[in-house]
């Protein structure tokens, strides 16, 4: 079965602190793909990155970065210098060869609120 | 630009009364997704439209139904709400290229029930 796990429920922070969202996740494919999505305040779930089975390097965009390690089943979130503006819900998910077409599993999401 | 559009934002129902949530896309994207998000809990997937192919998620209740007339628009019917249905309604769209495509999602329809 799938599974995404991000036992983070809450996390605040004073602006410009660095904070890191985690999540662990369980699968038998092979084959399989991670993302991370923003949910802010508006409501839309927005695309941040997705990160592919085979394809373990870390990356860096601006002030966030992802760091995929396949040894512990964790794809952890990193944003630094933390902003106002990144307060919202981060969702971490999961789609698999075996998940059925498209078919993302969220994990439970972790409340990110950075004060000013 | 919004890609895809949900109305309303807000949805007000009575227990037992009928109510479509609607949703549509500029994208021109084959699939297209309903997605049930309740208070404080993970997004999770009703049922996609593959072009005009209807698929079903196994645990969604009858009560959810769903209708694509064209590329652009779905709809989301709920015949018989029940208190336990009040949640975000979210629709999404994607490209059919497989397991990794990420998915474009509209803003949310949150429906309350009373």
């Known amino acids: 079965a799938q599974k995404v796990t991000q036992a983070q429920t809450e996390i605040s922070v004073v602006e410009k602190e660095d904070v890191t969202l985690d999540c662990v996740y369980e699968t038998r494919d092979t084959t399989y793909y991670l993302f991370w999505y923003k949910q802010p305040p508006s409501g839309e779930l927005v695309f941040l990155i997705r990160r592919n089975s085979f394809d373990e390097q870390n990356e860096i965009s601006g002030r966030y970065s992802w760091n995929f390690q396949k040894s512990t089943s964790s794809f952890n979130f990193t944003i630094t210098a933390s902003q106002v503006v990144d307060s919202a819900v981060y969702f971490c998910?999961?789609?698999?060869?075996?998940?059925?077409?498209?078919?993302?599993?969220f994990g439970t999401g972790t409340r990110l609120l950075v004060s000013p | 630009d919004a890609m895809v559009i949900q109305n309303p934002r807000y949805q007000v129902t009575q227990f037992g009364k009928p109510v479509t949530l609607s949703c549509s896309q500029t994208l021109n994207h084959n699939v297209m997704y309903w997605y049930q998000q309740k208070s404080s809990q993970a997004p999770k997937l009703l049922f996609h439209?593959?072009?005009?192919?209807?698929?079903n998620e196994a645990d969604t209740p009858d009560n959810f139904q769903s209708r694509r007339p064209n590329t652009s628009f779905c709809f989301l019917d709920i015949r018989s709400p029940g208190l336990g249905d009040a949640a975000m309604y979210l629709c999404?769209?994607?490209?059919?290229?497989?397991?990794?495509?990420?998915?474009?999602f509209g803003s949310g329809t949150q429906l309350s029930v009373l």
């Open positions: 998910a999961l789609s698999g060869e075996n998940t059925g077409f498209q078919k993302l599993v």
């Open positions: 999404a769209t994607s490209r059919p290229q497989g397991i990794g495509e990420k998915l474009f």
């Open positions: 439209y593959y072009d005009k192919d209807f698929n």
